[in-house]
Structures are given as C-alpha cells and as structure tokens.
C-alpha cells in the first residue's frame, strides 16, 4: 500500500463522482439460522419475481442455513416437453392431417425407391 501526502489532492483520475446510476436497487434482508447456533442476513433485490432460495450456505461454517422466517423454496415448474411446446402450436386435428401427409409422402418415396431397385 502506497502512503499518500496528506496535502496532496488526489487525481482527478481516480476521483469518485456520486452519479445517478449508482443507486442501489431496493433490497429485503432474509435473515437464517446456522445450525451451529447463529443467524446471519442475507440481501436480496426487493422483486417479487425473484426467487430467494430457502437454504443459504453459512460463509464461517459451510453448513446449509435454512430461513428463519420459515418460508419455504419455489417449487420448480416441471420442464417442458417437445410435445407441450408442439401442443401449443399446433391442434391435435392439425397434427393428424400433418402425420397423414408426411406419411403419404413417406410412402410414395419408398414406392419410388422400389421402383428404382
Ligand atoms: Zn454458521
């Protein structure tokens, strides 16, 4: 570390100017229990569509802490399928007549393949 001279005004390089965009975003303290017997606080963007996990990880013993206010986590939304998203896009009449003219075609291309052999 390197001592400055008390006099000496600091460059106009390093000079810090409060803006605007250094605001912090409103934030919540959720507080949790280690289970070596203390409760530390954690700060979280104060934004319902953020999920805060129900364990956090103690940073002085590495063991999972759970939420002292007993909220429980989010349950994950199960994952989507390639047939979920195909339903949202196409109806199951739609799908048939797809089937049936893929299959058409499907079978004209091996009839030609018989052909040729
Ligand atoms: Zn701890």
Redo the contacts with the bound molecule.
């Keep these: 570390m390197v001592a400055r001279r008390p006099n000496r005004p600091a460059s106009p390089l390093f000079r810090v100017r409060p803006s605007v965009s250094d605001e912090l975003a409103p934030r919540t303290s959720i507080k949790y229990s280690?289970p070596?017997g203390?409760d530390f606080s954690v700060p979280f963007l104060d934004d319902p569509e953020v999920a805060i996990p129900a364990v956090w990880r103690?940073c002085?013993?590495g063991?999972e802490?759970e939420r002292s206010d007993g909220a429980e986590a989010p349950k994950p939304k199960p994952p989507r399928t390639h047939w979920d998203m195909l339903l949202e896009r196409r109806s199951i009449p739609e799908l048939q007549a797809l089937l049936e003219e893929r299959l058409t075609l499907l079978h004209k291309m091996k009839g030609v393949r018989q052909i040729k052999r």
Excluded: E
Aim: hydrophobic share 0%.
């Design positions: 280690c070596q203390h103690c002085q013993h063991r802490s």
